[in-house]
């Protein structure tokens, strides 16, 4: 592992943080495995990120994307200081970053504005060199996301009638089609994958967009409804319909003075498909951590994440009956 010319051993060979050779260290969040990411300090006082892999089933997704994809994307990322051998075993993974300092998650419009644009200038690059890249995310493809709504159309149906919506079997018709119609005429781009409020802060007026372990080829609209409109509940935030037009009115112009064309009134009928399926699993995901008494979120964040999700829901509803 080489720093600055000098060569320091800051991890054991069992792939954690030697104390030996660090004079500090800080807890900073734990992966669904439990291993934790962490601000450590070494010797010369700097301070870097230490991340385990923390998501085995992401285990070298993020080292490739460093290596064959981050070269050519603007320096919105932080930089890789070092990493472990390729052959470690995933127990036994991890990378080191640069410490940025402290990052604000809020995400304010100027911050969503320029997230888009940027997130234009990946979806626009070829992917011809990439095609290793999986289809599929941390969450299952919106097609599933569809197909698990409509196995269970009752729970559906109820869900729908306790937001005081009314949804028909022509409704029902109309979104089908419109969600098929946009997995058939969209390119497959390359997506973040995980492209929600924590993973997109600022440190200092620098954008900087973390955590690139669930990069996979998708339609552009994976990540346009991650940034838009999908919710966390350790980062709220509120959404409108005035700021969702706006935010999408920077990502395809951004796109166009890229050279990619968009139709943006289909654009924006898939768009509200989209959310909407997208919104409706989510709901149902969360009433399942509400009812789970083992689930990590506290119950008033969890709550809190359900009426954002169904905000969305019902906007696009709104804005899909307008069209």
């Known amino acids: ?75 919105v990322y932080p930089q890789l200081i070092a990493a472990s051998d390729q052959e470690a075993a995933p127990e036994q993974s991890w990378m080191i970053y640069e410490d940025m300092g402290q990052l604000e998650h809020f995400l304010c419009e100027s911050t969503m504005m320029l997230a888009a644009a940027h997130m234009a200038e990946w979806h626009a690059l070829p992917i011809t060199a990439w095609q290793e890249l999986p289809r599929v995310g941390h969450k299952p493809a919106i097609r599933d996301m569809l197909h698990e709504l409509e ?97 999408m009115k920077v990502y395809l112009d951004k796109l166009e003075s890229l050279g990619v064309q968009v139709e943006r009134v289909s654009f924006a009928k898939w768009y509200d498909a989209y959310t909407i399926v997208f919104s409706l699993w989510m709901l149902r995901l969360i009433d399942g951590d509400l009812r789970n008494p083992d689930c990590i979120w506290p119950q008033e964040q969890l709550r809190n994440q359900w009426h954002e999700t169904a905000a969305t829901l019902e906007q696009c509803i709104k804005h899909m009956d307008g069209h």
């Open 1 to 75: 592992m080489k720093n600055s010319g000098k060569t320091e051993s800051w991890v054991t060979s069992e792939g954690i943080l030697d104390e030996q050779q660090i004079i500090g260290r800080q807890k900073l969040y734990q992966g669904l495995n439990g291993r934790h990411v962490e601000r450590f300090t070494a010797q010369s006082g700097q301070t870097y990120i230490f991340k385990p892999l923390t998501n085995p089933a992401q285990y070298g997704r993020e080292r490739w994307m460093y290596k064959h994809v981050m070269p050519q994307l603007p320096p």
């Open 151 to 247: 196995r269970h159309r009752p729970a559906t149906a109820k869900l729908l009638s306790k937001l005081h919506v009314t949804w028909s079997a022509s409704d029902w018709d109309r979104l089908i089609t419109l969600l098929l119609t946009a997995e058939e005429e969209l390119p497959l781009v390359l997506c973040h994958g995980d492209l929600h409020p924590g993973n997109v802060a600022e440190v200092e007026g620098r954008l900087v967009i973390l955590d690139w372990e669930h990069a996979h080829l998708n339609t552009p609209l994976w990540d346009v409804y991650h940034l838009l409109d999908l919710s966390h509940p350790l980062f709220p935030r509120t959404m409108t319909p005035e700021l969702r037009a706006r935010v």
